[in-house]
């Protein structure tokens, strides 16, 4: 009877070894944003133009090699962003850093098995650029997917006063001009 306890104390305890050194044998990506305005020459690229997040639920395919990138993106939609969800595609072998962060937005959770980080709780407005820059240490590309949740942008109530001063305006000339010719 000891025997088989002995038997089945080992067997759980190699695989919870080989459990644990399988989660932390895989690489670590590490994502962050803030907000920047570009150097004069800096190449940058729109969210909608050149990643396709061009609406709520379109997915942009990223692969992250060894090293280190940084990338100015602009938000060229017409939605501000709520919220950015990152998802290490499967059969990848790799986790996100808990250090991941982006100055826009608050909240930063990743799921209990590191495949996904959900960055949420602010707002990558219209015609902002960020600074995007990823770390990953891992010897093999790896390959995600990013989409977004967001919510389409209203002009500010001074653009509005001001579009319809300008109808206003326009209609007055036209009218005055049209009395004059009479």
């Known amino acids: 009877m000891n025997f088989i306890r002995y038997g089945l104390l080992a067997g759980t305890t190699v695989a919870m070894l080989l459990f644990t050194t399988r989660q932390s044998d895989a690489a670590s ?3 962050n944003a803030t907000l920047a ?3 004069a020459g800096s190449t940058v690229i729109g969210e909608c133009a050149t990643g396709g997040l061009c609406q709520p639920g379109d ?3 990223l692969t992250y090699n060894p090293g280190t990138s940084s990338v100015f993106a602009t938000n060229d939609t017409d ?3 709520t919220k950015f969800i990152y998802t290490i595609l499967p059969g990848q072998d790799a986790v996100w850093s808990s250090q991941s962060t982006f100055d826009f937005f608050n909240k930063a959770e990743i799921s209990s098995d590191g495949k996904v980080l959900t960055l949420s709780d602010g707002l990558f407005s219209v015609g902002a650029t960020a600074l995007f820059s990823a770390t990953f240490s891992g010897n093999t590309p ?6 977004f949740e967001g919510s389409k942008a209203v002009p500010e109530p001074n653009t509005i006063a001001g579009l319809a001063l300008v109808g206003a305006a326009g209609a007055y000339f036209r009218r005055r001009k049209q009395q004059n010719v009479n």
């Not at 790896?142 to 989409?147: G, L, R, W």
């Open 142 to 147: 790896v390959n995600a997917a990013v989409t």
């Open 79 to 81: 939605y501000n962003f």
């Open 37 to 39: 305005t570009p150097p």
């Open 29 to 31: 990506i590490l994502q």
């Open 59 to 61: 997915v942009l395919n």
